[in-house]
């Protein structure tokens, strides 16, 4: 009897996972597929596989829909934004886990409280200001703000892999009269290079994937972002889909190759902070 | 080292990261409570006028029924990610035939854009679109609709998309954290005669609280402020106001009907509710997710 059941919850678990790694792959061969039919093919069939492989959709969305100069865009505010956080972070970083400066506790408290403010909160005055300060639509001014946005994640990582250096290095380096700054950048830094890396790639990825504030400060075609383009698009001129799929797999293929290399300290940061 | 060189060497090396908060985070929150009060002529505050954007929440009907909306999602989404997951990463634990392959194919949806996903569901959804054919294949031809485009069952819609990708999220930080049970607990119970319900019941799920504690509240957070990229590249709020969550009813207030007041309002009253649910959270978990 028992081993009945337990036979039976195996079958009906092995489904559930059969049905989800399906549709995950099915995504995949959908998008891919796709983007590589001429608009009749697609017509006739949209899942089979391409005839042959066709390029069009993809000279057609980067030309005419600008989607090269949106991967331009998008390429120079992820770098742009994941090299300041990375700066501005350690120095914080530094400050808090080696320093240790007094009110600590209670800097490092607010800065957690800000990880979780409201991103709507904070768009309707950002904008307002902006645009009174003639900024919307500028790329560099974009990199600040999302620098800004994603420095109390960044700080908050870097403590916890700046923490896990032993104060007896620090310690040793001091009497032999190094600066602080030789410290961080020579002794701290170095042992914590995974930190570093994943912390860049995460803010790399928050940036490559949000819409919401791309969407408000970039409005121009030679400043959107990729999903910018792809979120405008959505729902409407249904018989492009061929092109629209194209944009999706080159807005996806950076993201997939560079978190390929990441994979195994990826779970350690997720669970540190709010990926998303 | 003295005190005061310490307060002086931290307050620099503070100071970049302090300028970019203090731009992104503390002049944008305090011009927010102020907007939040004030009278408005199309985008420039005119006059303070006192509590009247937050009389207008009570007053305009779509507020409510748009909060509803978002404590629907969360209501629905968050429950059914952490069970699913749960059993999930149990059986991932437990080496269930092919876990290997499941690992890598669950972390595929982690890395992909919310808008990308977003577009190829929209697809997924039409009429002609592969559910439907999915559900003709298993005999339930007779749900067949447009599922976004229906009053009753876009909300619903959203919601399975959006499980959809938490399930592969939240399995994949639930089996990490698995991973530093102690396998010998599990073998003890076998022993003991436990099946696997009890094994989930008795080791799984108390060895996992920390982590689906953390996770909850993440999520709760996430869906009560921030379905705005599902919401925008799968339905634009509609059929109606069908889809139209807090955060997407702050959106189109603030950029579509240039209604800043309300929308300043209701900006301030989530940003505070979602600050004290942050704080109790920290308070009741002592940090220990802060060492």
């Keep these: 009897m028992r081993t009945r059941k337990f036979f039976l919850s195996r079958v009906i678990i092995q489904l559930l996972f059969i049905t989800l790694a399906f549709s995950i792959i099915f995504m995949f061969y959908y998008m891919v597929t796709n983007s590589f039919k001429s608009k009749l093919e697609f017509a006739q069939s949209q899942y089979s596989l391409f005839s042959r492989v066709n390029i069009d959709n993809y000279v057609k969305a980067w030309f005419y829909d600008g989607i090269g100069v949106a991967l331009w865009n998008t390429l120079i505010l992820s770098t742009g934004t994941a090299a300041i956080t990375l700066l501005v972070g350690s120095l914080a970083a530094y400050a808090l886990s080696v320093l240790k400066f007094k009110r600590n506790r209670i800097f490092l408290r607010c800065v957690v409280a800000l990880m979780y403010v409201a991103p709507m909160g904070l768009i309707i005055p950002l904008f307002i200001w902006m645009g009174r300060l003639n900024l919307v639509d500028n790329l560099y001014m974009m990199i600040l703000i999302y620098s800004g946005l994603y420095t109390p994640f960044s700080i908050f990582m870097l403590r916890t892999y700046f923490s896990a250096v032993s104060s007896n290095i620090i310690d040793a380096c001091r009497i032999d009269g190094c600066s602080d700054l030789r410290i961080l950048f020579e002794m701290v830094i170095p042992l914590s290079k995974a930190g570093l890396l994943l912390l860049g790639v995460f803010n790399f990825y928050y940036v490559w994937s949000n819409l919401l504030f791309s969407l408000i400060f970039l409005r121009s075609p030679e400043n959107i972002t990729l999903m910018v383009a792809i979120g405008q698009y959505s729902g409407r001129y249904v018989s492009e889909v061929p092109t629209r799929m194209a944009t999706l797999v080159v807005a996806t293929t950076p993201l997939v190759i560079m978190f390929f290399f990441v994979r195994k300290h990826f779970v350690r940061g997720a669970t540190m902070g709010s990926f998303r | ?291």
Aim: charged fraction near 10%; glycine fraction near 6%.
């Design chain 2, 1 to 291: 080292m003295k005190k005061t060189e310490i307060i002086r060497k931290s307050s620099y090396f503070l100071l970049p990261s302090l300028l970019l908060m203090v731009f992104v985070y503390a002049i944008p929150l305090l011009t927010l409570l102020y907007y939040s009060f004030a009278s408005w002529r199309a985008i420039t505050p005119t006059c303070p006028i006192g509590l009247h954007n937050y009389t207008q929440i009570f007053l305009n009907s779509e507020v409510s029924r748009s909060f509803a909306r978002s404590f629907l999602i969360v209501g629905i989404t968050v429950p059914a990610s952490v069970i699913i997951s749960v059993i999930l990463a149990h059986f991932l634990y437990q080496r269930i035939p092919g876990w290997q392959f499941y690992i890598v194919v669950l972390f595929i949806p982690i890395i992909l854009p919310i808008a990308v996903i977003g577009v190829v569901f929209t697809h997924f959804f039409t009429t002609q679109g592969p559910f439907n054919l999915f559900l003709k294949l298993i005999g339930l031809g007779a749900f067949t609709r447009n599922w976004l485009a229906d009053l009753k069952t876009a909300i619903y819609t959203l919601i399975g998309t959006a499980i959809w990708w938490e399930i592969s999220f939240a399995t994949m930080i639930f089996y990490a954290r698995m991973m530093a049970i102690n396998p010998s607990l599990y073998e003890a119970a076998v022993v003991d005669g436990a099946n696997e319900t009890h094994l989930i019941r008795y080791i799984t799920l108390p060895q996992l609280r920390g982590v689906i504690q953390f996770y909850v509240v993440l999520a709760i957070i996430y869906f009560l402020n921030q379905t705005f990229t599902y919401v925008f590249v799968m339905t634009g709020g509609g059929p109606g106001y069908a889809t139209t969550t807090v955060d997407y009813f702050i959106y189109l207030n603030a950029f579509k009907y240039m209604k800043l007041g309300i929308a300043s309002a209701l900006a301030v009253s989530i940003t505070l509710g979602l600050l004290l649910l942050v704080h109790v959270y920290l308070s009741i978990s002592k940090e220990e997710e802060m060492e």
